[in-house]
Each structure stands twice: as C-alpha cells, then as structure tokens.
C-alpha cells in the first residue's frame, strides 16, 4: 500500500482543459498552413519547371503572383507556429505542475525544468521524452498513487514513442533548413531553386505529422487528467 502524501505541501489540481483547446486550435491552424505552404511549393516547383523548358511561357504576373503567395504564407505561417509551440510549452508546464495533485510521487524534475529540457544540447534528445512518460503515467486514471518502481512497470503507449520520434526529426529538419536556407538565397539558377523547394516540400511530411501527433498527445493527457481528477474526488 502507498502511503498518502501530505497534502498540505501539494499544489492543487488546476484543469487544462480549456487552456488545451487553445493549444490544440493553435496546431491546427499551423497543419492547415503547413499544407497550403506544400501545395503552394507544388505549384512553384511546376512554374519554375515552366520558365525552364522555355521561360518565355511565363509572364511577370505569374511570377510576381507566385512570389507574393508565399510571402503571404510565410507572413501568417510562421508566427503562428511560433504561438502554438509556447502555448505547447505553456501546457506542458501546467500538466507536469499537476503531477503531485494527481498522486505522483518521486518525480524525476520539476515543472520548470520540464521545459528547459526541450532546450538544452543533448538532453533535448531524450530528457522530454522521459518526462513526458511520466506525466502520461501518473496521469493514468486507473492508478490512485504512483512512484519511480510503479511507473516502471507501466507500459508506455505508441502515441508517445511515435510523437517523439517525430519530434526529434522535426527538430533536424529545422536546423536543416536553417543551414540549407543559405543556399536557396545563393541560389542564382531556376534548377537550384527547384531543389531547394524539392527538398522543402518533402520535410514538410514529418513536421505535418509531428503536429498531428502533438495535438492528440494534448487532447490525451489532458482527458487523462481530467478523468483522474475526477475519480479521485470520489
């Protein structure tokens, strides 16, 4: 039997239940983009395609329609990736915060630090994912009370391996682009640019499904939360 913690010393459980619909709409929006920013590299990759075989096919409005689409695309996509990642980040810290509320004992971290891992060289690569176990773990409504060797018993669901395969992915591919930015500005020939875009439009496969994934690892521990929250006010 565990023994029950003082709590008295415990932060009470706070929902998030509404603050994750924010974050989940957030994501959404961002996907939503991500595919049109795809659909408009297609489009792209077909006129540069165009302008190569005989460039005069290809009138200045085409191209000034072009570049102004994905300038516009770029104007909305890239803050509101920006948002939905703090307000990732936001979530994350309030989830963890209610780990001890939910019965979580000897906990690896703190809610702080929980966070600052995603940012740290080398820990970036596998802190986050421990943390994010356990907070699905000891958020599991069907377990009252939760410690290191219960937890270690405990299985850890697909979603969380498969979202953090993703998002350590997605993580390279962004330092990827950084790097190969350099060149698509270098770029002076229509070939080059048609590469770059190439190689773009490929990377955003595993970012729109890191995404995906992000948002149901949100609608899941929350609702996990939530039930337990409940259950153990019973």
């Known amino acids: 039997?565990?023994?029950?913690?003082?709590?008295?010393?415990?932060?009470?459980?706070?929902?998030?239940?509404?603050f994750s619909k924010w974050v989940r709409i957030f994501y959404i929006i961002s996907i939503s983009l991500t595919v049109i920013f795809s659909i408009s590299l297609l489009m792209e990759i077909n006129l540069l395609s165009s302008m190569t075989k005989d460039i005069?096919?290809?009138?200045?409005?085409?191209?000034?329609?072009?570049?102004?689409?994905?300038?516009?695309?770029?104007?909305?996509s890239v803050p509101i990736s920006i948002i939905a990642l703090i307000l990732f980040f936001i979530w994350y810290h309030k989830v963890y915060r209610n780990l001890p509320s939910l019965g979580g004992k000897e906990l690896k971290t703190s809610p702080k630090w929980s966070v600052i891992y995603f940012f740290i060289p080398?820990?970036?690569?596998?802190?986050?994912?421990?943390?994010?176990?356990?907070?699905?773990?000891v958020s599991?409504?069907?377990?009252?009370?939760?410690?290191?060797?219960?937890?270690?018993?405990?299985?850890?669901?697909?979603?969380?391996?498969?979202?953090?395969?993703?998002?350590?992915?997605?993580?390279?591919?962004?330092?990827?682009?950084?790097?190969?930015?350099?060149?698509?500005?270098?770029a002076d020939t229509l070939?080059?640019?048609?590469a770059f875009d190439t190689i773009d439009l490929v990377t955003n496969v595993p970012i729109i499904i890191s995404d995906l994934l992000t948002f149901f690892l949100v609608k899941e521990i929350t609702s996990r939360q939530e039930k337990k929250n409940r259950e153990m006010k019973v």
């Open 191 to 194: 070939e080059g640019i048609r």
């Open 122 to 137: 080398i820990l970036w690569f596998y802190k986050p994912y421990q943390t994010t176990k356990e907070i699905w773990k």
């Open 56 to 76: 005069s096919s290809v009138t200045d409005e085409e191209i000034e329609a072009n570049d102004l689409r994905n300038l516009v695309i770029g104007i909305v």
């Open 1 to 18: 039997m565990f023994k029950m913690a003082d709590t008295s010393s415990i932060a009470p459980f706070s929902s998030v239940h509404s």
């Open 140 to 186: 599991d409504p069907t377990v009252t009370i939760s410690d290191i060797n219960s937890r270690k018993q405990m299985k850890t669901p697909s979603l969380i391996k498969t979202w953090w395969a993703f998002w350590i992915i997605s993580g390279i591919i962004g330092w990827f682009y950084l790097r190969s930015l350099q060149y698509s500005i270098s």
